[in-house]
């Protein structure tokens, strides 16, 4: 399964050279979906080679951002058309278990249009969003400006890191699986932010709750 994984990876990562815009669009798309595509392996890289003369640094983060939100709204659309039932029984296939299925309902429960956007710059949470937003049919002009916003927000920060810190340690593109540990280790502090917002936006929302 670690030889598997490993080879995906690198895959991955070798479609975004060769393909460009393109690949980084695709891969943004599926890691928006419910297929497990490292943002982390898609978006640095992307940046490097932009930093290389090859792309442009912002047509990397627009193509990112464009991927992102494709993904999102076809995993909306078929969620809002098929419902709970069908997503919760056959969703073990696609590796959305029961589990993550009632997390992501609840984040949509406590944090609503907001959550959308607090969810694009969290793991696990990020590809999983649409669905229950489509479940719960909400509305699609926020669903799509919360998405926007969150994914352009997280592909410019991938975006900056890899044209900044890949730059100097150029050694990360051979192993993606490094640039995935490094990504997740100098990030940590921008998810803690994160958590850190959107746990003050619950609170403020549960006192105005208290006060109605």
């Not at 399964?1 to 060769?18: D, I, K, Q, T």
């Not at 419910?34 to 890289?45: D, H």
Request: glycine share 8%.
């Amino acid at each position: 399964m670690a030889e598997y994984f490993h080879g995906l990876v690198r895959a991955w990562f070798l479609f975004v050279e060769n393909w460009g815009y393109l690949g980084v669009f695709l891969l943004m798309a599926l890691e928006s979906s419910i297929v497990p595509v490292p943002s982390e392996v898609v978006m640095p890289p992307a940046a490097f080679w932009a930093s290389q003369g090859k792309m442009d640094f912002w047509g990397v983060v627009l193509a990112g951002t464009a991927g992102s939100y494709f993904g999102s709204i076809v995993s909306y659309g078929i969620s809002r058309a098929v419902g709970t039932p069908i997503i919760k029984k056959y969703g073990k296939y696609f590796l959305l278990s029961a589990a993550k299925l009632e997390m992501t309902e609840a984040w949509i429960r406590k944090y609503g249009n907001a959550g959308i956007f607090t969810a694009r710059l969290l793991p696990v949470v990020r590809h999983l969003i649409s669905i229950p937003a489509g479940i719960f049919e909400m509305p699609v002009l926020p669903f799509s400006i919360m998405t926007i916003a969150g994914a352009f927000l997280w592909c410019l920060v991938l975006s900056w890191f890899g044209r900044e810190v890949i730059g100097n340690n150029p050694e990360l593109l051979s192993s993606p699986e490094m640039l995935i540990a490094v990504c997740k280790a100098k990030l940590r502090w921008f998810i803690g932010a994160v958590v850190v917002l959107a746990a003050a936006y619950a609170f403020v929302v549960y006192q105005k709750r208290k006060v109605r």
